[in-house]
Structures are given as structure tokens and as C-alpha cells.
């Protein structure tokens, strides 16, 4: 029963996800780009490398011959996936879902073209040139973003023409890989916005679906996180209906963490990722039977899971630093420690840059008490924890 994980990228999501792994006895190599990574720490083996270096990335599965490769983060040279399979490695969920979705291109065309599933009108762009003539198409107001990034980096608002330019040399700065292209999207006018975690599984066990979650965004990244979402029947299903649809024509056994708007004409496919989602971190915080990160590894050893349950409510909101530190220290842990109903985590990154996530407080209560006030409690429990340099 026990299987060797390379893990590629070693965050906070990989921390958690490699904890997991070793409750159920998995052994796990941690990989990322610089040493020390949240990861790595709790990993049997780490290795730091490249990974978008092909011969790297075959060196080091040659080296640890997996039988799972579980992808966390974009910048990944993903097309050596489909060369892992044919050796016999499970790429996690799958190669294609790999492929597909670290690239924001592949990802829309399949959900709005192949599938059909309503989403924003959509152009991308390969110059600042492009990027005018994609905006005029488009519209203003309109959003751009890196087809390569995460948690919101290289993302901005277009509200006038003046901002175009400024929008292009962000959403280069903070493209991952070498890829140099965007996605203009058309403003999405929502009332709000959810992540539905999506959990396919292997044997022909069906396609379960966790209790949606809200969230509120800045700067492209995540602040707070909340399960349940207050989401209706109607919108539910079409959300789960959608998932389903673009899970299915992906392929492979994990979570998938897929994000919709919910608008007054009904829900749109934004995003997709094929691995626990950084506002599924709410899910530390007990309000299912199974968090994000065991049901993600649960799929991957094929072990069935018979159900998803919501426990309670829970809320998630980031502990971020101000500053940048090669020796990050922590105040205010005492503060948080003794509040009821209320836990953290440190991720224990290295190092630390002005709006880097360091840390999360959660909280929790029972499904009746208004997830308003649990969200209130969990930013109030965050501002006490500062992040010094």
C-alpha cells in the first residue's frame, strides 16, 4: 500500500497535502525551486531544481521512480507528463488535466469552446499592441491575466485605455514560465463568487462534490475563504453540472478546485485547477469529515470515499507579511492561540515580501450561526498575528 509521491512545488497547499500522506504511511519526495520550502519540511526527501527544466524533471524521476507525480504549482514543463505516463507513473489527476489547466488558454477554449460552458467573453493577447486591440474588442472595463500564474500574480483591472500598458508589463512581470502571453476577459458583473471542490475518483466511484466555498479577493489573491457559501438550489446544480462536465473531459482521480462567478443571469466558469485550492484551506478548519488535502490524496491511492459531509461552519482569512525578511519572526501567536474557536498555521516559508501569505487563522462554529460572523472573527483573529522582519 505504500506509494513514493514527488510532489512538484512545495507551498502551503503541498505542506498540508504531504502531512496527509504521511498519516495514511505515503513516502514522499518534495520538489521546488529553492530549498527549505513549507513542504520539504515535513517531506521524507526534497529536491531543489528547475521544474521548468525538462532534462531536471526526467533526471529526477528517473533518480526516485515514482508511482505518483502530484503537480501544486503552474510553472511546471507539464508536457513531459505525457512521457511519465506511458512509463506507468500516474500523473495526478491526469496529464491532459496537467496540461490543460496550467495554462489558462487551454483551459478556457475547453470549458467555453469544446464544452460550452457560459463564461466571460474572452481574447488573449501576445503584445501590448495585442493586448489594445484585445481591450477594444472586449470592452472596458475588462480583466487581464497571465495564461501562466497563480494566486492572483500578474492580474489587474482594466477601467480605462490609460491603464493598458501598466496592465501589460504587470501581467509579464508576473507570468510564471516562458510563456509571454494574457487573457483579456470581459467584467463579470457578480454578486459573488465560489470555489466548488470537485473530487473525481477511480473504479468508476462517482463524482463528489464538497459544500461550495466563498471568497473574497485582493490583488488577485485570496483574503478570506468561508464553507457553506449561501448559494441556491438552482445555481448549485448548474455549478455542480458544469464541474462534472469539465472534470469528466479532463480525466484522472483528485480534487479539482473550480471557480464561478454567480450573477444575476445565472453562473459562469472562471477557473479551474487540478489540485486543492488555497480558499479549500478553510477546510482545515473541521467543517467537513475530510479536509481538501486528504480527500485529494484519498482519490489518488483509489480509496473510496463513501461520502462528503459539512460538519460546520468554518472561515479562513491570511496572515500576510508587510515586508521583505531572510528571518521572518511571528508576534501576536499567544493572541490567537487563546481565542475559542479559532486555530492558525505558520507556514513556514523562508522568507517573506510584502503581501506574501505566511499564514492563515481559521475559525469555526455551528451551521446555524451566520457565516458573517465567523468571517468577521477570522479577520480579527488574523490582524493579531504580525509577520516581523
Known sequence: MRKKIILLGSGELGKEFVIAAQRLGQ?????????NAPAMQVAHEF???????????????????PDFIVPEIEAIRTERFYDYEKQGITVVPSAKAANFTMNRKAIRDLAAKDLGLRTANYKYATSQDGLEKAVAEVGIPCVVKPL?????KGQST?????????????????SRGDLVEVIVEA???????ITLLTVTQNNGLPTLFC??????????DYQESWQPARVSDQDIAEAQNMAKKVTEALGGAGIFGVEFFLTDEGVYFSELSPRPHDTGMVTLAGTQNFSEF???LRTILSLPIAEITLEKAGASAVILASDFSENPRYEGLEKIAALPKTDFRIFGKPTTRPYRRMGIALTHD??????????EKAKAAASLVTVKA
Request: aromatic content about 8%.
Open 27 to 35: 513516502y514522499v519526495i518534495a520538489v521546488d525551486s529553492y530549498s
Open 47 to 65: 529536491e531543489v531544481i528547475n521544474m521548468l527544466d525538462g532534462a531536471e524533471l526526467d533526471r529526477i524521476v528517473a533518480k526516485h521512480q
Open 148 to 152: 501562466m500564474s497563480s494566486s492572483g
Open 158 to 174: 482594466i477601467k480605462t485605455e490609460a491603464d493598458i500598458e501598466k496592465a501589460w508589463k504587470y501581467a509579464v512581470e508576473g
Open 187 to 193: 467584467f463579470v458583473n457578480f454578486h459573488s463568487e
Open 211 to 220: 459544500a461550495p466555498i466563498g471568497h473574497r479577493q485582493e490583488r488577485g
Open 294 to 296: 486528504e480527500l485529494h
Open 366 to 375: 455551528t451551521l446555524d450561526t451566520p457565516v458573517e460572523e465567523i468571517v
